[in-house]
């Protein structure tokens, strides 16, 4: 294997290689995740508490800051990324065929171009692409979790635990039969390295129904091809026979997901802002938040959006309860639609209005007890009298 090198181009002992590695990947991603996340917050705090100028600039130094930090961190690792790409291609080697398998090798190279990308750009800072460099930080951020998985790996995973034949067909049509009377509970689901999808769930036991036992069933629990593997008598169990996970997929392989422009005013401010408006424009401008006009994004956009996110989500798990439920989804998309039209039109109707709240809505005090209400007008004393009779026109 590669030993790491230090950012001079000095090759590390031998001896601090390994763990040393693995540290500083987990170090690097927690670190890059960390500042971030402060860098966010810290953003957040200018925007809200200052005016668009002076908040702009504020925000380019907390990011000039972020990327300083940021670079430091990764500059820890660069040393170290020659001996993970290693130790994670090595891994692979191990791995039983699965469909994941492709895709990861990419991961792995991708890993490496951008290490010695950024190796290069760094080595020759008069000349060095800063968007670049930022880039290759931000790659091994992200995938940090992928080959974190593969270079601790020494050895082919383990297989899993397997039930005889007489008694995966007896478990596997009890555990069919409990999923259809809607008996089973999911404790967790994940996939291991021959990528099976793994969940287990706890169901009546078979022989004894008033007790309850813990199954691990590969494939979806509502498709006719799930079988049983095991069967324990706890969670804990369970978990301690289950093959480890390998890491879930992403729902957009192909992009990056693009944040929506523009910043909305949430709906809690929405909301104060009518609770505290005199005339009907500015109910008008709270609602132009929500409804879609075409000039930019609004509330119900950005919710059909992440009812949208949601339901590829669901249709991505590639099972049946997850097409059942994208297609929920997909009909509260068209009901949000419908709900933007009509909230168009009220739109339209508060724009065309010049209304105002009468002057007598006057706010309560809030440190004195009120004076009693002002009649309009003296009430009259009861008759004492029969009033004349007045006859009726004809």
Known sequence: ??????????????????????????????????????????????????????????????????????????????????????????????????????????LVDDLEAAARLARARLANPPNGDTAVVRQCQITWAERAKYLEDLAVQDEPPLPGPELPVAEEARWTAHAQDVRRRHMMYLYESRYDAAGRQLTVVGVPHLDEPIDDCVLIVAGDVDSPTMRVLGRCDTYDQALAVLPPPVQPGVLHPGRRFRGIAGRLPPLADLIED??????????????????????????????????????????????????????????LIVQADLLDRQLQQALAAFEDTIAVLPPHRTPRPQHIKPPPAVRAAARRPMATATPPHVPRRQ
């Open 1 to 106: 294997m590669t030993r790491p090198r230090s950012n001079t181009g000095d090759l590390i002992s031998s001896a601090a290689s390994d763990d040393a590695a693995i540290d500083a990947l987990t170090t690097y991603a927690a670190r890059f995740a960390d500042i971030q996340a402060r860098s966010d917050k810290a953003i957040k705090q200018a925007q809200n508490g200052m005016d668009w100028p002076d908040s702009v600039s504020v925000e380019r130094r907390i990011v000039a800051e972020q990327h300083r930090e940021q670079s430091k961190a990764f500059a820890e690792l660069l040393p170290h990324t020659g001996l993970l790409i290693d130790r994670a291609r090595v891994a692979l080697r191990f791995q039983p065929p699965a469909r994941h398998l492709a895709g990861w090798s990419v």
């Open 274 to 331: 009518v609770a505290r408006a005199s005339q009907s424009q500015a109910v008008a401008e709270a609602i132009g938040h929500v409804a879609s006009d075409g000039s930019g994004p609004c509330h119900l956009s950005q919710l059909s959006e992440l009812l949208g996110e949601c339901a590829d989500f669901a249709l991505a798990t590639e099972t049946v309860a997850g097409r059942d439920l994208s297609v929920r989804l997909r009909g």
